[in-house]
């Protein structure tokens, strides 16, 4: 579950930050730091400018940046993009485990089309179901949570970063494995 987490200054975390309108700009400077890992989930979305359409990559999670490494490799990572800002919550830093945030690169980077982002309240106004892994297709390996949405005939799985945002995807029945242990 994603939680706010206080972890120590030299544990290596995911850290959900905000770049404040600024991803390319934080992107393009994180890929040149050895120090740190990213990952920004990007879209295709059209846009009109002048009366013309255009396909353009934008965000999908307008503003944030997860930001993989220590707090002190952030920090001084944070000199040089100052609008780079920690997600913060009650005392603690919103941090991304591991194996979940795995599950959602892997998501983000299979979906196909225009997957939909969930947030919590969307999250929560499913019929969660069981946690399923799926073996096959383009989401091979991935855990998630299993439901199924009125008006489709294909079930559907929800890969959750912890409490904080999902992926919804469609998934033919076939591929989904039931898990007893989350």
């Excluded at 998501?107 to 196909?112: D, E, K, M, N, Y």
Aim: proline letters at 7%.
């Amino acid at each position: 579950m994603t939680t706010p987490m206080n972890p120590t200054a030299d544990t290596l975390c995911w850290y959900a930050m905000r770049a404040y309108h600024k991803e390319k700009q934080a992107e393009a400077f994180l890929q040149t730091c050895a120090e740190v890992g990213h990952f920004i989930a990007w879209q295709e979305a059209v846009r009109i400018y002048h009366g013309q359409k255009y396909l353009k990559q934008v965000p999908a999670l307008p503003s944030i940046v997860f930001v993989r490494g220590s707090r002190l490799q952030i920090n001084l990572v944070k000199r040089k993009i100052p609008f780079l800002q920690y997600i913060r919550q009650g005392d603690g830093y919103l941090v991304v485990p591991d194996r979940q945030m795995d599950n959602f690169i892997l998501a983000v980077r299979r979906a196909q089309g225009h997957p939909a982002y969930l947030t919590p309240a969307q999250m929560q106004m499913l019929r969660l179901g069981d946690r399923v892994r799926i073996h096959g297709g383009p989401f091979d390996g991935i855990e998630a949570h299993f439901i199924r949405q009125q008006g489709t005939e294909e079930p559907r799985v929800i890969v959750r970063l912890g409490d904080m945002l999902g992926l919804e995807a469609e998934v033919h029945a076939d591929f989904l494995e039931p898990l007893t242990t989350p």
